[in-house]
Nanobody, 115 residues
Framework: QVQLVESGGGLVQAGGSLRLSCAASGIIFSIRVRSWYRQAPGKQRELVATITSVGTTDYEDSVKGRFTISRDSATNTVYLQMNSLKPEDTAVYYC?????????WGQGTQVTVSS
């Protein structure tokens, strides 16, 4: 049974930083992409950042230069360092691991940025 567990969310003032973590338990073969998504109230879930198995990263335009995605393949953990946070970054953040056969999701962690 594969589980993804996010942590690191919370309440922070605008301009502050948070680091999200997503740890996978269980065995996942051939992870191709690790991603962070977010969903704000009343909005669709959007892709925030991705990192491939070879370390290539990509970011949604509004977070470029502020967020950094990284991974630790040995521990099957993916991170999202979020700096210079803005109120519009407020959302539930989800991690996702995509393998050759399946896509796995975490339960989400709330990030709230106050102005």
């Amino acid at each position: 049974q594969v589980q993804l567990v996010e942590s690191g969310g919370g309440l922070v003032q605008a301009g502050g930083s948070l680091r999200l973590s997503c740890a996978a338990s269980g065995i996942i073969f051939s992870i191709r992409v690790r991603s962070w998504y977010r969903q704000a109230p009343g909005k669709q879930r959007e892709l925030v950042a991705t990192i491939t198995s070879v370390g290539t990263t990509d970011y949604e335009d509004s977070v470029k230069g502020r967020f950094t995605i990284s991974r630790d393949s040995a521990t099957n953990t993916v991170y999202l360092q979020m700096n210079s946070l803005k109120p519009e970054d407020t959302a539930v953040y989800y991690c996702s691991f995509r393998s050759a056969l399946n896509t796995y999701w975490g339960q989400g962690t709330q990030v709230t940025v106050s102005s």
